[in-house]
Every structure is written in C-alpha cells, then in structure tokens.
C-alpha cells in the first residue's frame, strides 16, 4: 500500500509539471502509416508511406518552409477508393522519394470494373529551391482497358509549425484560395503579423476537372498503356514563376548533392552492414546542410528542429571535425553573425551569448513564442570557444581564426560577466523570461536537473558538462590566442583553466557515488546524481586521471550500460524514466562525447564495447538511422532496442554519430605544425576487420589510409599520399 501511494504522488507531479512544461511536444496518438522526410535548404516535407500528406493520422504532415506549413493536404485516391501500397523508399542520398502503388478493386453499381493489382502507380517526389516537386506515372498491366478517375485532394492551413507541434493560438490571420487558370491554384495568408505568404499548386497536364481543393484526371488506358502527370508545389514564388520540368530539377538537384560531398572524407570498412550506416548518416547530414549567407551549417533535425540551433550545429560540426572542417567554419561565421549585442530579457540575450535557436514563423515574429532570435542556452557560447580552437588546430586556417577573434572574446567576457552572475567561477543559467526554457543545457525538459530525492533544482544552476566546456574552450583559446601574438591573453587564460578545474572537482566530486553531481543548484547543494553528464567531463579532458577511471567504470556498470548504448540518468536514481526525454533514455550523440572522453583517458575497451552496442541498435533501425534518442530499456537476446515515438530522424548530431564512434576508436590526431596524423592508441571493435579512409586531408595535403584488427592491434597502411604528410601510430598510456 505505502508503494501504491508514492507511485500515485510521483505521478500526479509528473502531470502537474508537463502542463505547466512551455513547448512541450505531445504524443496523441500512433502514426497509421510510416513517415518520410525530404530536405532543402530552408524548406522541408514530411508525407506518410504512400506519398500523402494529411492522409493518416499520428504525424507532423505537411509542406514547411521557414517555420509555416505551406501544404496540409495532398492525398491520391482512384475512382474515391485509396489505392494499396507496394512499397516506398528514399533514394540512397535522400534526393528523392519514390512510391509504388496499385489499385484495390474498384466497384461500379455493384460490380467490378476494375480488377485490383492492374494498375502500377509511380510516385516520384523530390525538393528543390522552394518547391515540391512530383511525378505520378501510371501503367496498366492489365490484359482489358482500364478507366478510372485519379483525383489529388489538397488544402493548406498556413499552421506555424508551433501550431503544428500542439500550441493553441487565439487568433488567427485570413487565408483564401482561388483558380489562377485551368492548370494553377494559389491559397493564400495574411498573417496577424503582416506577412503575406502564398502557396502555388500547378497542374501538367491540365486536369480535366480543377477545383479549388481537388484536381482530377481522367484515364483511359490500353493494355500496357502508360502516362503520367506531374504537380508542383511553391513556398511564396510568383505566380507567373512556373516552376521547372521534373526532369530538369531532379537533375539539377542531383548534381547538387554530389558536389556537397566533394572534398569530404569517405570511409568504407569490411563491414557491409556498417556501411549502410555510415551511407546513410552522410546522407542524413547533407540533407540537413543548408546553404546560409555564412556558409553550410547543419539543421537540427526534421521535422520539429530544421532551422538553426547553436548547440546542436556546433556538436555536429565538432563531430565532423575530422571528415570534413569546412561544416565547422560555416558553423562558426554564422553563430559569430548572429551573437547577442545588447541585452534582452524576453529571448534571453546578453552581450556575447552565442544563439540557441532562431525561427522565422509568424507564432516567433509576434513573440508568442520567444525563438525569432533565442539566446536560453548556457552551453553554446563555451561550446563556440571550444569550436573555434580545435578547428583552427585541426586546418591551420589562422585567417578565419583572425575573422572569429572578436566573437570569441565576447564569448570569453559572457562566460566570465553574465554567465557567472555570482562569480563563484562556474558557469550558471536561470531564465530571464517565464517564457524561456527553464533549463538551458543540453538535457532542456523541464524535470532534466533534480536531486537525488527527487526535487527539480532551482536557482542559478551549474551544470557538471557547461564547466568542462569552459576548461576544454579556453584552453584551446589560449593556444590561439598565441597563434596571434596574445601571450599575456593565452597566459591568464590556462591558469584560469586550472583554477576551474580545481575548484570543480571540489564542488562536484561525490565519493558516495564514485563520481561527479549533474549540477549545483542556486544554493550551492550539488545535485547527488548519477547521470552521462560526467561522462561529457571526460571529454572535455578537465578531471583526474584517477577519478576519469572511476567514472568510465561507472559508466560501463549495468544501471548506466543497456546494451544499446549508455543511459542519460542511471538506473535506481529517484527521476529514472527508460521512456523520458533526459531522464533515462539513450541518446547517440551523448555517447558519442562520452566516446571520445572514454578514448582521451585511454579506455578503449570501452570504446570499442560501447561503439559495438550502438552499431547494433542501428541495424534494427529504420533505414539503419539513429534517431535523435531511443528508449533506455536493458537489452533481451532476441529483440531490438525500444523507439521514442517523437524522435527526429534524421536528426544531425545522432546522425554524425557512427563518425564520431571511428574517430574515437582510431584515436585521429591532426598535426598541422608538422603536417602529420596520429592514430593513438588505435583499437577497432570486433564487428571491424578493416577500415579505408580516402581524401583524409591536412592542410593543402591528403592521403589514403587501410587500417586492418588483428585481435587486439592493429596494422597501418598508406594507399595513397598527395603532398607533404606524415602518418604514424602512437601507443601510450
């Protein structure tokens, strides 16, 4: 009885919390049919397995384009009967979306005048500069003519994707459709912040019957007969702008995608499996890079964080660093363009923040949600620092360092003014605006940071991970400040560095539990709780090698290991939740991190178990994608790892994952001042017997490597060099 109590308090408190939680994404319901997302630039689309949007219930469906909804409806049915799926599947560099179809048996006055399995139906959807883009083609295999009506009904709601995630607006703005002719159709908004948004529908050939929510076209097909159609769906182009040909574009957009890749390291291992998810992680991540005014900067993920975030971009770029450099230096310029100025209590901004989250919907433009421009994150601004100097040391590009210098001493004066607004040395957060997130680390859900009894902590919070972030950024800033002459600036930096650290492990340290606490609370309680935040401090290189080892230890043990991967929160402690957000669910690229914390400390037996589990997880994935995080339930023989149903997929930084897990196996080192590359301490997991890397570039030099296991060792070999490179192991404690 006394545990019946306290399970029925837990949760009244749980529900109590998520209704007062501000941006919350709710669960209503299962997706009937499985989703697809494709990407471009600043535009994306999310359809179900037949190629419809709106169709079925369970997902975000729909047409998007800089935070609207510019398509909420465009569903195929022949003679008002769904036709039956055959199968659908993304084009292996994720450029397009094919669909097979078929039709049902279709009844007229009671009897069939067309016998299913007849009729195969193509669709071919793709995304280009603004549009939507598809071919429907039809042949009739049948030995008898076929006749039929294919009607495509469509409709939009202009829902800014807030509305689309589950806030309620009062008010609205007007939105109208009309025909524009016998093969268009435009549906428009005036939005109650001014704007006016348009989306243009249009129709080759034109249909034999337009309407203003349905196009129709009629068919008479001879046996072995085929035809197709084609619609074309724009996000705000005029409407005289006619889009171009399928073909033209899909072509255009092809050779678009292969020249992102140019450049860029590719691995291939003996692996075939693991092949398939290194593929379609690269895939992911090229889908999700965006061409902005600064450069290339990865999104988040689809569909809920396509737009800019700054600590994600920056985790995703760190996790690039090594395959390809140049996804960092974008990252930086823009986050170095869009850095806080003034002060701001409504998003968060205070002079050199660097920039959470920035959205361009009409909900952000009128301030019902505070993200045109949010700054509540307290991890991005050390994160840039960190970002900034290892790529400097990964490239020797010293110019763009010189270009980033300004933006990193403000980073550097926030992290020391108003990111410690005590000046007890650490780094807090605390929301200027009861519209902001209530906590601003990685781990944002409203219940994430608590202590061992259960209560949230409250006050100006330090997190474990954001010091860590701040020893590792300005240590690397000191080495740069060196690289431009600063050496009073690079001097005063590192001993600062090791004031922190010291005084971290005083604070932070828990002997009872063996490692470090989550966090200190505005009262200076720490947070008595065993989470993969002390894992990110291996990363970051702050803690003691004694200590380092206990904590790897830690972290391998069954209450944090599943299996599948490392949970977020272990097992036992009091807010432990295997299907939460942050309190006991797998995330990849948390242990990605911990990874290359683990190899730094020189534990490369874990890293090669835990690289090994989620390996594993990804071949039960869909696509062999990691989501953004899965469940963090105990692994069983014979069953796959658990989904979180809301999961982005693809999301970047889970999908730069699989890369992150070689790099820390392989130990890569870049030497630029001596134009070598290190492998240290190289160890392969089990499921590897060999790994190529082509095109692994240094400076104006590359060269192409073999790496083979051989039990415990393994062998180098040079296939290739271009220029002055030097290539070695280094085996060391």
């Given at each position: 009885m006394p545990a019946e109590a306290t399970s029925m308090?837990?949760?009244?408190?749980?529900?109590?919390?998520?209704?007062?939680?501000?941006?919350?994404?709710?669960?209503?319901?299962?997706?009937?049919?499985?989703?697809?997302?494709?990407?471009?630039?600043?535009?994306?689309i999310v359809l179900d397995s037949h190629g419809d949007i709106g169709a079925s219930a369970g997902g975000p469906d729909g047409l998007f384009n800089a935070d609207t909804r510019y398509l909420a409806r465009l569903e195929l049915s022949l003679d008002e009967v769904q036709p039956l799926l055959l199968g659908s599947s993304l084009r292996d560099d994720n450029s397009s979306l094919t669909v097979d179809l078929t039709n049902p048996d279709i009844y007229r006055n009671g009897r069939i005048v067309l016998q299913k399995d007849m009729l195969h139906i193509v669709r071919s959807i793709f995304l280009w500069r603004g549009t939507a883009y598809q071919r429907i083609g039809l042949q009739n295999h049948g030995g008898d003519p076929a006749s039929f009506d294919l009607t495509l009904l469509f409709d939009n709601d202009f829902a800014d994707l807030f509305e689309v995630r589950g806030e309620k607006r009062p008010r609205r703005g007007i939105g109208s459709g009309e025909l524009l002719g016998p093969s268009d159709v435009q549906f428009d908004y005036r939005g109650l912040d001014g704007e006016s948004r348009h989306t243009a529908l249009h129709f080759d050939p034109r249909p034999t019957r337009l309407a203003v929510n349905a196009a129709t076209y009629h068919f008479e097909?001879?046996?072995q007969q085929a035809s197709s159609l084609f619609v074309a769906v724009s996000c705000n182009k005029p409407a005289a702008a006619k889009p171009v040909p399928f073909f033209r574009g899909l072509l255009a957009h092809c050779r678009e995608m292969r020249r992102s890749n140019d450049g860029a390291t590719s691995v291939e291992t003996s692996n075939n499996i693991f092949n398939e998810v290194?593929?379609?992680s690269m895939a992911d991540l090229n889908m999700l890079m965006t061409d902005t005014p600064q450069g290339r900067y990865p999104y988040a993920g689809i569909p809920w964080y396509?737009?800019?975030f700054g600590r994600d971009g920056i985790i995703t770029a760190l996790q690039m660093l090594w395959i390809d450099p140049r996804v960092a230096r974008g990252v930086l310029r823009r986050l170095a363009f869009y850095q806080a100025r003034t002060v701001d209590p409504l998003t968060d901004a205070e002079p050199g923040k660097i920039l959470h989250e920035m959205r361009g919907g009409e909900m952000a433009a009128l301030h019902e949600v505070p993200f045109a421009q949010y700054y509540g994150s307290v991890d991005a601004t050390p994160l840039f620092v960190l970002l900034a100097g290892l790529y400097v040391e990964r490239t020797g590009d010293e110019e763009t360092l010189a270009e980033l210098w300004p933006a990193v001493e403000a980073a550097l004066r926030w992290i020391d003014g108003a990111g410690d607004p005590d000046r007890d040395g650490f780094v807090e957060y605390q929301r200027a605006s009861e519209q902001g997130l209530a906590n601003q680390g990685?781990?944002?859900?409203?219940d994430a940071i608590f202590h061992a009894d259960g209560r949230l902590a409250e006050g100006n919070i330090a997190l474990a991970e954001v010091q860590g972030y701040v020893f590792a950024g300005k240590r690397l800033a000191a080495r740069s400040a060196r690289r431009l002459g600063?050496?009073?600036?690079?001097?005063?930096?590192?001993a600062e560095a090791e004031r922190l650290a010291q005084r971290f492990e005083e604070a932070f340290w828990c002997d009872e539990l063996g490692t470090y606490a989550l966090a200190l609370d505005g009262s200076k309680e720490p947070c008595r709780v065993r989470t993969s935040n002390a894992g990110q401090l291996l990363f970051s290189g702050m803690i003691r090698h004694d200590r380092a080892r206990l904590v790897a230890a830690d972290l391998m043990r069954s209450h944090f290991f599943t299996g599948w991967g490392i949970r977020t929160v272990a097992l036992g402690e009091a807010r432990y939740n295997p299907m939460s957000y942050h309190d006991g669910s797998i995330w990849p690229h948390d242990n990605a991190l911990i990874a290359l914390g683990l190899a730094r400390y020189g534990q490369k037996h874990a890293v090669a178990h835990l690289f090994r589990a989620l390996f594993d997880a990804a071949t039960y994935m869909d696509l062999r994608r990691l989501p953004e995080l899965f469940c963090g339930f105990r692994r069983e023989k014979g069953r796959g790892p658990?989904?979180?149903p809301v999961a982005c997929a693809p999301q970047a930084w889970a999908s730069a994952t699989p890369f992150t897990l070689l790099e820390a196996a392989l130990g890569l080192e870049f030497d630029t001042a001596n134009g070598e590359i290190r492998l240290r301490n190289p160890r392969l997991p089990a499921f590897l017997s060999e790994v190529v890397l082509r095109d692994l570039r240094l400076g104006a030099s590359s060269v192409d490597l073999r790496v083979r296991r051989h039990d415990q060792d393994v062998s180098l070999e040079v296939l290739r060099t271009h220029g002055e490179i030097r290539v070695s192991i280094v085996f060391a404690d």
């Open positions: 308090v837990v949760t009244v408190r749980a529900a109590q919390s998520v209704a007062e939680s501000p941006f919350y994404i709710p669960m209503t319901g299962p997706a009937a049919r499985p989703r697809r997302s494709l990407k471009h630039d600043d535009t994306f097909l001879a046996p290194l593929c379609q396509s737009t800019t990685w781990k944002d859900s409203f600063k050496r009073d600036m690079a001097g005063k930096l590192e658990t989904l979180y």
